[in-house]
């Protein structure tokens, strides 16, 4: 009698234990839109085909500072703005990072690139400019005059990695130089050190 009590017992447990079990439901892919960022006084944002800086004095936008003219597909990722002083100028850095996607037959490119502005205010000048392009490119080749082909992955990388530095300076580097730059306050521009 305790056996079967038992079994009862432990199978009613492992049918609750199977019946309490979670369904997973399918995941609905998330879309991210990128948060413009606010900093003092200043607003990034895209209005009438520009990416913008807005510039607004007691709740009135005074100026705009426009850093590129954009259509409807532009969605800028990691947009960041920030302020910092070099040589006792206080100017302002604007980055974003622009992926681009371009599949034909046989071959995918994945674009992306950094672009970073620096901008002194009281001018309205924009007195640096830099972007870094990688191109991540996947083909499928023919080989000869047979009906084989292999797949080939390359990157291709243009441009300047950008650094600024705690002093102010700015450091640019890719594979084959460095050039380390400070602000010039009389000119407004960044010149090599």
Known sequence: MNKIILSVCVALLSFNGYSQKKKSSPQKAST??????????????VKNGNFQISISEKGKTNDILV?????????PTDCKLSSFMANGVKLYLLTWTDLTKVVTGKKSEDKTTVYTVIYELTSKKQVFSNYQLTNHII???MLGNTAASETQEKYRREGFEFKLNPDGSVTQKNKTQQNIMVYDATKMEFKKK
């Open 67 to 75: 850093v590129k003219a954009v259509d409807a597909s532009f969605k």
């Open 32 to 45: 991210t839109i990128s948060a413009f960022p606010k900093l003092d006084n200043l607003t990034t944002e």
């Open 139 to 141: 083909e499928q080749v």
